[in-house]
């Protein structure tokens, strides 16, 4: 799994019209193939910090979405960020959930 996440921070006179358009990309991600889910977070409502976290089932599905229009829109909105946008990929080699807190407490006993 990959999980894809971006950082923006909106100017002030453009916070509306940002977070708009970063909430009108999640569908249309979403229904990509491969993608395992798309979230969007105001962070900051004060600041205007935006996050979009995507997660993809695999390299192969996260370079055809970098390739796609929607990705494009994405990397417009990141060129409105008043700060340095951040866009970062984690390549995820195991995930645990509920199992891992079982085996560890478990081990207490």
Known sequence: MI????HILAPPEKRQEIGSALASCVGPIEVQAGCLGCRLFETSPK???????????????????LQSG?????????????????LEFFEI?????????????????
Request: proline share 2%; no cysteine; glycine share 6%.
């Open 47 to 65: 600041l205007g910090e935006y996050r979009l976290e995507v997660r993809w089932n695999t390299r192969e599905d996260l370079i055809r979405h």
């Open 3 to 6: 999980i894809e996440l971006v």
């Open 70 to 86: 929607i990705f494009k829109q994405v990397l417009l909105l990141m060129e409105l960020s008043e700060a340095a946008p951040a």
């Open 93 to 109: 080699v195991e995930v645990h959930g509920l199992d891992l807190v079982e085996s560890s407490r478990l081990q207490l006993g």
